[in-house]
């Protein structure tokens, strides 16, 4: 079994809708990172939290320590936000990184 | 501009030539770290480093080798490449609450 968990693999939206993806881990750990990567392969930190909520633009990062569980929220959803969203978590002290398998969002005009 | 940089983007070589990847941060952070990625794997971590002279082993460690002289610099060397090698690395730095990565090196190990 992975260690972080994403769901659902792929989701497709239609412009406008509110998305959330989800993230689940099973190990402790110091902190939890939200990464985007559009096609042609550059990837973007969006978020890293270790507790509550962050919010950026439209993109809002919810951490629950206890249920070991994240969610990225995307309010009014566009096409450029069509891209590979992944989780990671940091283990030992914020230093080892383990990535989720990412999940594929398609956002449709 | 806050930047990681990694050189080269492209790079073709044949099994067992010795190769480096260099990555050049200019933010003055502590953390660096190599990960590669692959189809069905996702990213995985290969070498990371909390501060000059300390690095440690992420999950695939095999069959490379990093070195921190600098805070700036954190080169990925494969003494020997094999095909298995042939990813698309990302080199990346952080501090506190920012990530920043490079644009990625995507090698093929013929």
């Known amino acids: 079994k992975n260690e972080v968990e994403q769901s659902p693999q792929n989701l497709t939206a239609q412009e406008g809708e509110f998305i959330t993806i989800n993230c689940s881990y099973s190990v402790g750990i110091s902190a939890l990172h939200w990464l985007q990567q559009h096609p042609g392969g550059g990837i973007v930190s969006l978020f890293m939290?270790?507790?509550g909520k962050k919010k950026h633009g439209r993109l809002i990062a919810t951490i629950n320590i206890q249920e070991k569980h994240s969610s990225l929220h995307i309010t009014a959803s566009h096409p450029r936000d069509s891209a590979v969203y992944i989780c990671a978590v940091y283990t030992g002290a914020n230093s080892k990184l383990t990535f989720g398998k990412g999940i594929t969002l398609s956002v449709r005009p | 501009e806050a930047q990681v940089t990694q050189n080269p983007r492209y790079l073709i070589t044949v099994t067992g030539k010795k190769l480096t990847v260099t990555c050049s941060q200019n933010m003055n952070h502590e953390y660096m770290s190599w990960y590669r990625q692959d189809p069905g794997l996702g990213l995985r971590q290969i070498y990371y480093?909390?501060?000059?002279?300390?690095?440690d082993k992420g999950d695939v460690p095999e069959g490379y080798k990093v070195s921190r002289k600098e805070k700036r610099n954190f080169p990925l060397i494969l003494e020997s490449p094999s095909p298995n090698q042939t990813s698309l690395y990302f080199c990346?730095?952080?501090?506190?609450?920012?990530?920043?990565f490079g644009q990625g090196t995507r090698l093929t190990v013929v």
């Open positions: 990346a730095s952080r501090s506190g609450g920012s990530a920043f």
């Open positions: 480093s909390m501060n000059v002279e300390v690095t």
């Open positions: 939290l270790s507790s």
